[in-house]
T-cell receptor, first 113, second 115 residues
Framework: DQQVKQNSPSLSVQEGRISILNCDYTNSMFDYFLWYKKYPAEGPTFLISISSIKDKNEDGRFTVFLNKSAKHLSLHIVPSQPGDSAVYFCAATPMNRDDKIIFGKGTRLHILP | EPEVTQTPSHQVTQMGQEVILRCVPISNHLYFYWYRQILGQKVEFLVSFYNNEISEKSEIFDDQFSVERPDGSNFTLKIRSTKLEDSAMYFC?????????????FGNGTRLTVT
């Protein structure tokens, strides 16, 4: 039962261009969404989050957009840098069940020189 | 920057054996978690722990699993009788409050291989 779906297992983007990672969710009870970044041999690292009361949150080169009606969120990275090459996990927290996070399968982002 | 540390980084065990995975959360954090990631699959929630008791567990976390905070610093995950399908990367995480507004900080994981 995939409540959080990342349909693109991998994505390649030219350095300096925009990277867009997509995520869909099925559970309408989710009200808080997060993106984690993971390098090989390391644990996931928190990147950015958004509450369901917002539709956009920006932090430097990273912006997350939330479309509640479509149950879709996306992470934009601009400009993309070589150090952005990693696996990106979309995650969500159910309303009133804030002690666990539901992760997607991840998207591997390759930044090309 | 304080970090979550996990030991060992890689554990190989035979099916049916008990394993204990160890974690030292960030010192002022109060909420502790175990997640796992089977190779090529998503990161899955196992259990959350607060105030010396389990606050939430998933269907994966059956009677073969247990967690303990034996002292003020360590947080352990025990698997009593390992199965082949327990082979995965196990991540410990901690946060200063519930995950809603305080992101989890993950350790680098323990790779468990059951043969």
């Amino acid at each position: 039962d995939q409540q959080v779906k990342q349909n693109s297992p991998s994505l390649s983007v030219q350095e300096g261009r925009i990277s867009i990672l997509n995520c869909d969710y099925t559970n309408s009870m989710f009200d808080y969404f997060l993106w984690y970044k993971k390098y090989p041999a390391e644990g996931p690292t928190f990147l950015i989050s958004i509450s369901s009361i917002k539709d956009k949150n920006e932090d430097g080169r990273f912006t997350v957009f939330l479309n509640k009606s479509a149950k879709h969120l996306s992470l934009h990275i601009v400009p993309s840098q070589p150090g952005d090459s990693a696996v990106y996990f979309c995650a969500a927290t159910p309303m009133n069940r804030d002690d666990k996070i539901i992760f997607g399968k991840g998207t591997r982002l390759h930044i090309l020189p | 920057e304080p970090e979550v540390t996990q030991t060992p980084s890689h554990q190989v065990t035979q099916m049916g054996q008990e394993v204990i995975l160890r974690c030292v959360p960030i010192s002022n954090h109060l909420y502790f978690y175990w997640y796992r990631q089977i190779l090529g699959q998503k990161v899955e929630f196992l259990v959350s722990f607060y105030n010396n008791e389990i606050s939430e567990k998933s269907e994966i976390f059956d009677d073969q699993f247990s967690v303990e905070r034996p002292d003020g610093s360590n947080f352990t995950l025990k698997i009593r009788s390992t199965k082949l399908e327990d082979s995965a990367m196990y991540f410990c995480a901690s946060s200063s409050r519930s995950s809603y507004n305080s992101p989890l900080h993950f350790g680098n994981g323990t790779r468990l291989t059951v043969t």
